[in-house]
């Protein structure tokens, strides 16, 4: 994963997340907050889907419509008889969709058969070779199974799971329908998925009579939990994720047997900010606190041990849960103090020591005269003059941040003046961006100047400083108390799965060299079409969890608006996240990050005034704007290879 590339993702979701913040306080209330993490999280789910494929070179343009088809047939399987006070489906339409279900699953029963004679005797009997196959049968047959619950009179507890499971098994079937029409047929990948996005959109229709389906309040407090059920606030999650990460880099601290600069650099910076992180999240609890409301979901029992899975709800007092949120505030006290005493090591740094690689350069009239113009652009032959180069980076952040300051003031004040409203729109927004992207240019340069001129303590203090200031940032908004709902954790659980993945097992390996280079990949003696199918199998799988839970979300199914779109969105978050349409590249955070981006760039136009109309233009300048940056890295990368490999006269 391109290190470099996640990080650039990330600046950009700040810096549209705080462009739009200063416009519009009421972008980080409560509400939105938790609105926007929990579409983040969907859009994140079905994005890392979508990039199992596009790492192998393919494409998927079938992923609205499975998940219109997945949510629906979700909807009628419920339906199919009578739910405490939710209307059951006519009797008509309920034997055309027990018919339906049950041709597919008998059609997946006999294709997986086949499957499997087909590769025993191709394979001379190896069970390994085989057993791809033999996994998919088993998934079939118990969908006839879970089918029979389903179309039974057996309470929800039961009939929900298995209609859960069928769901799935449909889902990984329609990715093996795709992989084996690609790689068996030699079909291309945008054929084979664009004739899928048209035949599940109308088997949507078809099923539902082209009618809205939903399933009413029935289920708001059970069912529902699966998208909305709020497990923790931001600053709970802070307590954990902060303590968590300091335990860790303090392990790794005690293990690292040949510590050299760097390592013992990032363990000092990840515990001191992992520490402060987690102090500020357990403050919601120094109050004590009390859990109430129990309600218990299921039970199971694994090898005779019983399992309680439950809900309840921890209640804190009204001063202990604004805890967190004021300490955010005050991060500006420690930051003060800290940011001096960086600036004082690195002048240390560069008066107290004089080595051959870092001269000091004395103060020159011309470079005095050249101020003005450092400001704007400085060049990495003068950012080896140490004095220079942290005047102009002090300077530039203090005229950068006036000019935010100046600019949040008149966009959220009533100001009189001559000009139009729109006029004074398109000031305030562009004096509130432009402002903002010189303060992180500014910062950016400040913490190079730490890094080519400082010394240790100056680059363990600057980090530190940073993590503070984003605190006391926070601090102004409400998104230290918002709820954090279940599909967040859905898409971190399925990150750390492509994670390891990619990272940790020859699976992944094989995935980015076919995406590299597939022919090399085959003569090496990988099985490229049983890796692609498999590539299929999994985002039909991931893409399938998702339409369940955004169904669940929405409530409700209308055959020709459900899903419509999302594969754009997950092709965009993929190509913002740093994965080449080429395919051999793989970043899970970044695709993440593209599939926040997405969300924040729909969701700011509603706060700033923007058209909404406009979404879908930006949408498509998005992925426009990163096939071209892509290509351009790629082909500088290609040239800086071959100038460094070119032999020496």
């Not at 859905?490 to 990150?495: I, K, S």
Request: with cysteine.
């Amino acid at each position: 994963m391109n290190s470099k590339k996640t990080q650039g993702f990330f600046l950009l979701l700040v810096f549209v997340w705080l462009g739009t913040f200063f416009l519009n306080d009421g972008f980080a209330s409560e509400y939105n907050s938790r609105n926007l993490i929990r579409y983040c999280s969907m859009f994140g789910i079905i994005g890392i889907g979508v990039m199992f494929v596009i790492v192998t070179g393919g494409i998927d343009l079938s992923i609205g419509s499975t998940i219109g088809l997945i949510g629906a047939s979700l909807v009628l399987l419920i339906r199919l008889n009578p739910v405490e006070s939710l209307k059951p489906i006519a009797e008509d339409d309920k034997a055309k969709v027990v018919c339906f279900f049950w041709v597919l699953v008998s059609l997946m029963v006999l294709a997986s058969l086949g499957w499997l004679v087909f590769s025993y005797l191709r394979n001379n009997f190896r069970f390994k070779k085989a057993l791809f196959p033999l996994i998919f049968l088993s998934f079939s047959i118990l969908s006839l199974i879970a089918l029979s619950v389903a179309n039974s009179d057996a309470p929800n507890t039961t009939r929900i799971p298995w209609i859960f499971f069928l769901l799935f098994s449909i889902s990984i079937h329609i990715g093996l329908l795709h992989g084996v029409l690609i790689t068996q047929f030699q079909l291309q990948p945008f054929v084979v998925t664009l004739g899928g996005l048209l035949c599940y959109r109308g088997l949507i229709r078809w099923l539902t009579n082209d009618t809205t389906q939903g399933l009413g309040s029935t289920f708001d407090g059970t069912l529902q939990l699966v998208a909305k059920g709020e497990v923790c606030t931001v600053s709970t999650l802070m307590l954990f994720v902060g303590f968590g990460t300091a335990l860790y880099y303090a392990l790794s601290m005690m293990t690292t047997k040949n510590r050299t600069t760097g390592s013992f650099h990032t363990q000092v910076v990840g515990i001191s900010i992992g520490a402060i992180i987690g102090l500020i999240g357990s403050s919601r609890f120094w109050g004590g606190f009390e859990r109430t409301d129990f309600v218990e979901l299921f039970q199971l029992s694994i090898l005779g041990i019983p399992f309680q899975f439950s809900t309840w709800t921890t209640i804190v007092s009204d001063t202990a849960a604004t805890t967190p949120q004021w300490l955010m505030k005050m991060c500006w006290v420690p930051l003060i103090p800290i940011s001096l005493l960086m600036l004082w090591q690195l002048g240390i740094s560069m008066f107290a020591k004089r080595s051959a690689d870092k001269p000091l350069t004395v103060w020159s009239k011309s470079d005095f005269f050249r101020l003005p113009l450092d400001l704007l652009w400085m060049t990495e032959k003068r950012q080896t003059h140490g004095v220079q180069f942290i005047l102009v980076s002090i300077l530039g952040l203090a005229v950068s941040i006036f000019f935010l300051w100046n600019s949040i003031f008149y966009a959220n004040n009533d100001i009189s003046s001559e000009i139009s409203e729109t006029s004074l729109w398109w000031q305030n927004m562009i004096s509130v961006f432009a402002s903002l992207a010189m303060v992180m240019v500014s910062v950016s340069r400040l913490g190079e100047c730490v890094a080519l001129h400082g010394n240790e303590p100056a680059r363990i203090l600057f980090p530190i400083a940073g993590a503070l200031a984003v605190l006391a940032v926070l601090g102004k908004t409400d998104v230290p108390t918002t709820l954090i709902q279940m599909p967040f954790f859905a898409m971190v659980g399925l990150a750390i799965f492509a994670i390891i993945i990619f990272e940790k097992t020859v699976f992944g390996r094989y995935l980015l060299a076919i995406g590299n280079n597939e022919d090399a990949a085959k003569y090496s003696g990988i099985d490229t079409q049983q890796v692609k199918v498999a590539a299929y199998v999994i985002c039909s799988g991931i893409v399938g969890i998702a339409a369940m839970i955004f169904m669940l979300d929405f409530n409700s199914v209308a055959p020709t608006g459900f899903g419509s779109f999302y594969e754009l969105y997950a092709i965009a978050a993929v190509v913002l996240g740093g994965c080449s349409l080429r395919g051999g590249e793989a970043n899970i955070i970044g695709v993440v990050l593209g599939a926040s981006i997405m969300r924040v760039l729909a969701n700011a136009p509603d706060m700033i005034d923007f058209p909404k109309t406009l979404e879908y233009t930006i949408l498509g300048l998005v992925i426009l704007i990163g096939v071209i940056v892509d290509d351009r890295i790629r082909r500088q990368s290609a040239q800086k290879a071959l100038k460094n490999n070119a032999p020496s006269e």
